[in-house]
């Protein structure tokens, strides 16, 4: 029996394939009520940006309507949109999250 354990794990690391996890991109998106001194408060406080990336963003998201937060799996992009939307509830501002598959 032990032998056929054996082969049995050998055939099975050889059908394993290594695969990089699936990223997720962290979009802001624009609207026209949340100040630009909030939006750079949640770039830097949940994406922990410098100010001045976080001024960048801010810019991208009001001049673009959309901006590029960073890349993660998919648990902590699902947390990170769920960080803003918390935040921005507190904060009383719409301001919304969204993830898209890389």
Request: glycine letters at 4%; aromatic letters at 10%.
């Amino acid at each position: 029996m032990h032998h056929l354990e054996g082969d049995f794990q050998n055939e099975t690391l050889d059908t394993i394939e290594l695969k990089e996890p699936q990223l997720y991109k962290v979009l802001l998106l624009n609207d026209d009520y949340s100040s630009m001194e909030f939006v750079i408060k949640v770039l830097m406080q949940i994406f922990h940006h410098s100010f001045e990336k976080a001024t960048e963003i801010m810019l991208s998201v009001h001049e673009k309507g959309k901006g590029l937060c960073g890349v993660y799996t998919y648990e902590i992009a699902e947390t990170k949109v769920e960080y803003v939307r918390k935040m921005a509830k507190e904060e009383h501002f719409p301001l919304r999250a969204i993830m898209e598959a890389e």
